[in-house]
């Protein structure tokens, strides 16, 4: 049976690239079946807008932003790592290339989803 190609386009429109950011994190959370609690969309999101979460002015600004602990943030770093999405690279904690874009800019995804 040949199976047909549906196309469907959805448009969002964010004016801070934060909001942009968790967008795309949300999915690829959905999509990856990685299960990304709410923290780690918030850090992964944070981190790519600031390009870091190492200075302590931006650890500061992220615990105070998301009314959450120092000791809370370092425990949800910790398992970004383990899982790959956080890295480390000069010296410090950055999201890793594979799932960095620059959310200042627009975004267009294509998403496949195939029969295999």
Known sequence: MERKTIVQKIGVSENEAIKIAKKYYTLLSA?????L???????????????NISYSTNREEFCKMYS??????????WELK??????????????APKY??????????QIS????
């Open 37 to 51: 609690s709410q923290m780690k969309i918030d850090l992964l999101s944070f981190t790519a807008v600031k390009g």
């Open 82 to 95: 383990k899982m790959g999405l956080l890295i480390k690279d000069g010296g410090k904690t950055k999201v």
């Open 113 to 116: 989803l195939l029969h295999g």
């Open 100 to 109: 960095l874009l620059d959310f200042n800019n627009n975004i267009i995804l």
């Open 68 to 77: 959450t602990s120092q000791a809370s943030m370092y425990n949800t770093i």
């Open 31 to 35: 999509m990856s079946s990685k299960g």
